[in-house]
């Protein structure tokens, strides 16, 4: 079963340092999404991407974040100068569609990486 | 700005118990999705519900939605250990073409022996 993969499962960083992670979405998605969860809390949106650029973003997702699809395969994150408060585990999610005009749209979600930021 | 609450936040049954988690949103939204997570992984849908009146089931879950009434519920029925685990909501509010989800704060499931 077709199933998205993020690498790596765990990253640790010092705090001003630049990480990316990465997913691997499901090959027939055209839309695709990163998610955190700060440990115990609930699941936040992030940003959606769609044809190469950016569909949605939340407050969360500010100047430090970026993200990028380099190849047919890898969507990235990029966060550029890590805060102690990134530390947390981010999902990558894909879709077939998208939600408008639509009847159903399911987000899968990927194993996650772990964040820790010292 | 949406509030997706979940009700209640922590809940400990035990088997063979029945028992209704409830997901309250603030807006107008037909679309929501139910997850489980276990600890340390990732969300795995449990269910798509689309319409108002919607209800699912998949052995011992059961999910509904009223759109009116802007609320889901998660009822488990005859609970076994194998359930526990933490349940979120999510509703889907996406403008764009994308979709975008917000989560409830989760209900942590534990059923005991």
């Known amino acids: 079963e077709p199933e998205v993969t993020q690498t790596p499962s765990h990253q640790v960083t010092q705090m001003g340092q630049e990480v990316i992670l990465r997913c691997v979405p499901i090959?027939?998605?055209?839309?695709f999404y990163w998610y955190r969860q700060i440990l115990g809390q609930k699941v936040e949106f992030l940003v959606s991407?769609?044809?190469?650029?950016?569909?949605?973003k939340s407050e969360i997702f500010d100047d430090q974040f970026s993200v990028e699809r380099p190849d047919g395969s890898n969507f990235t994150l990029k966060i550029r100068s890590t805060k102690l408060e990134d530390s947390a585990m981010y999902f990558c999610?894909?879709?077939?569609?998208?939600?408008?005009?639509?009847?159903?749209?399911?987000?899968?979600f990927g194993p996650g990486t772990r964040l820790t930021v010292l | 700005e949406l509030k997706v609450e979940q009700n209640p936040l922590f809940l400990s049954m035990q088997e063979g118990k029945n028992y209704t988690i409830y997901c309250n949103y603030s807006?107008?939204?037909?679309?929501l999705y139910w997850y489980r997570q276990d600890p340390g992984k990732s969300l795995e849908s449990l269910f798509v519900?689309?319409?108002?009146?919607a209800v699912k089931q998949e052995g011992r879950l059961m999910a509904s939605l009223d759109t009116k009434a802007r609320l889901s519920t998660l009822h488990i029925t005859a609970a076994v250990h194998d359930l526990s685990a933490t349940y979120f909501c999510a509703v889907d509010v996406g403008e764009t073409s994308g979709s975008r989800l917000t989560f409830g704060e989760g209900t942590q499931l534990t059923v005991n022996p």
């Open positions: 991407f769609y044809n190469n650029e950016i569909s949605e």
């Open positions: 807006t107008t939204s037909d679309r």
């Open positions: 999610a894909s879709s077939e569609r998208g939600s408008r005009g639509i009847t159903y749209n399911e987000q899968f």
């Open positions: 519900l689309l319409s108002n009146g």
């Open positions: 090959s027939n998605h055209l839309y």
